[in-house]
């Protein structure tokens, strides 16, 4: 993944706050934004956990190897993994993919907040009081 497409992946989860907030005196535009925004944090998902995934193949395979330069022997499975949860590139891959979880979710309840307020604006819940 290369460092622009980590600073835009970072910039999103920055502006995601005020991306799940309804505006709900624009449903309309709200509603046409909400599958593209999805989309987007979805794929950028993706993105991280694949990239998590080959930062862990890369970790494992050079851990291994040092070890056995180092001690003669294949390391124990615990040991490599320690090395990995470790490693502080994993360690904010993995902050950026709860971040990413966490806006999906938002976002899903911004779907159900925005079906709640269209149906308030169906029955007249934002009209003027009438005289």
């Not at 995601?16 to 944090?41: G, W």
């Not at 993105?47 to 070890?67: Q, V």
């Not at 320690?82 to 806006?103: A, C, H, M, V």
Request: hydrophobic content about 35%; charged content about 30%.
């Amino acid at each position: 993944m290369t460092d622009s497409t980590l600073k835009r992946i970072r910039s999103a989860i920055d502006d995601a706050e005020q991306l799940v907030k309804p505006d709900k005196y624009s449903l309309d535009e709200e509603f046409e934004k909400q599958s593209i925004l999805y989309l987007n944090y979805s794929t950028y998902l993706a993105d991280i956990k694949l990239e998590r995934a080959f930062k862990t193949a890369d970790l494992n395979t050079t851990i291994r190897a040092e070890h056995l330069v180092n001690y003669k022997k294949a390391p124990s499975e615990a040991y490599v993994t320690s090395k990995i949860d470790n490693d502080q590139d994993y360690i904010q891959l993995t902050y950026y993919i709860s971040r990413l979880e966490g806006i999906l979710k938002s976002l899903e309840h911004k779907k159900v907040a925005l079906q709640e307020l269209s149906q308030l604006f169906r029955v007249g819940y934002y009209s003027k009081p009438q005289q």
